[in-house]
């Protein structure tokens, strides 16, 4: 049974922060199964016993099949079972990955429409505002990045107007003050800085599964096989932005982790 650790950090948003908020982020799950000889799902009982205000699953949280291929219902399972649970007692929020980007038209519908039923809110392109103490909000963004945005070679580069289309900035823009939080959902953390351009307070990302084999709290190799990726795990501060990345809860294309155990993030947001 693979080891399953929760791994707490702090965000801090202004100086004189006197209240939080307790995020508890998911992320590349890719259909595994955590499942106890008594049926209980590890990852739910992790999540409750943290208490958060709500949960994010930050996309990749099934294998997406290349169109004509037959996609494993079982992948869709264990991503369904675990944030349907989850909904009965919290907020859940599900963004896109690659994974789900690629799927299907016809999957993708099976599989969000649902979640959807179970009560989880799906960002595609859209947000949320989270109403917080003291009259604030926490707009959610959900950033889809398209399928070309994750390359294997070369990156493709991704402008502010490009992330104001695909979140159709005009619909997303108002009724949010200064003082107020910006969170964005974005799967590919290699676009930080383009993302803190676009005006995020902070951002949660996965996508490079901690880069597989971690050495001096460093990841290895991303997806698009470069060695040592900048963003690979954990906290990274930009100069306005919070960056949290998840080493995700299971893998794909490379089938181990060295040094590198799948993990739930709890975020506590000070604002």
């Given at each position: 049974?693979?080891?399953?650790?929760?791994?707490?950090?702090?965000?801090?948003?202004?100086?004189?922060?006197?209240?939080?908020?307790?995020?508890?982020?998911?992320?590349?799950?890719?259909?595994?199964?955590?499942?106890?000889?008594d049926?209980?799902d590890r990852?739910?009982?992790?999540?409750?016993?943290s208490?958060?205000?709500?949960?994010?699953?930050?996309?990749d949280?099934?294998?997406g099949?290349?169109?004509?291929?037959?996609?494993?219902?079982?992948?869709?399972?264990?991503?369904?079972?675990?944030l349907?649970?989850?909904?009965?007692?919290?907020?859940?929020y599900?963004?896109?990955?690659?994974h789900?980007?690629?799927?299907?038209k016809?999957?993708?519908?099976?599989y969000?429409?649902?979640?959807?039923?179970?009560?989880?809110?799906?960002?595609?392109?859209s947000?949320a505002?989270?109403?917080?103490?003291?009259?604030?909000?926490?707009?959610?963004?959900?950033?889809?990045?398209?399928?070309?945005y994750?390359?294997?070679?070369?990156?493709?580069?991704?402008?502010?107007?490009?992330i104001?289309?695909?979140?159709?900035?005009?619909?997303?823009?108002?009724?949010?003050?200064?003082?107020?939080?910006r969170?964005?959902?974005?799967?590919?953390?290699?676009?930080?800085?383009?993302y803190?351009?676009?005006?995020?307070d902070?951002?949660?990302?996965?996508?490079?599964?901690g880069?597989v084999?971690?050495?001096?709290?460093?990841?290895?190799?991303?997806?698009?096989?470069k060695?040592?990726?900048?963003?690979?795990?954990?906290?990274?501060?930009?100069?306005?932005?919070?960056?949290f990345?998840?080493c995700?809860?299971?893998?794909?294309?490379?089938p181990?982790?060295?040094?590198?155990?799948?993990?739930?993030?709890i975020?506590?947001?000070?604002?």
């Amino acid at each position: 049974m693979p080891k399953l650790l929760i791994k707490e950090y702090d965000c801090l948003t202004n100086e004189d922060a006197g209240n939080c908020f307790k995020i508890a982020f998911l992320s590349d799950l890719h259909g595994a199964v955590y499942k106890t000889r008594d049926g209980k799902d590890r990852i739910v009982e992790a999540v409750r016993r943290s208490e958060p205000d709500i949960v994010i699953a930050g996309g990749d949280m099934i294998v997406g099949i290349k169109p004509g291929k037959q996609v494993s219902k079982a992948k869709l399972e264990s991503s369904i079972n675990i944030l349907s649970d989850l909904a009965k007692d919290y907020k859940v929020y599900h963004a896109i990955g690659n994974h789900e980007e690629r799927l299907e038209k016809s999957v993708y519908d099976l599989y969000f429409n649902t979640l959807k039923k179970a009560g989880v809110v799906v960002l595609d392109g859209s947000f949320a505002d989270i109403p917080l103490k003291g009259d604030k909000v926490m707009r959610m963004y959900g950033l889809s990045l398209p399928y070309e945005y994750y390359p294997k070679f070369k990156k493709k580069e991704l402008s502010v107007s490009a992330i104001e289309r695909l979140l159709r900035a005009n619909r997303v823009s108002g009724g949010i003050k200064n003082e107020d939080i910006r969170l964005l959902l974005a799967h590919n953390p290699n676009y930080a800085d383009a993302y803190e351009e676009f005006g995020a307070d902070i951002t949660l990302s996965g996508h490079l599964h901690g880069g597989v084999v971690r050495l001096f709290n460093r990841g290895l190799i991303g997806p698009d096989f470069k060695l040592f990726p900048q963003f690979s795990g954990g906290s990274y501060m930009g100069n306005h932005m919070n960056l949290f990345v998840s080493c995700g809860l299971g893998e794909h294309v490379v089938p181990f982790r060295i040094n590198d155990p799948y993990e739930i993030m709890i975020i506590n947001v000070y604002y």
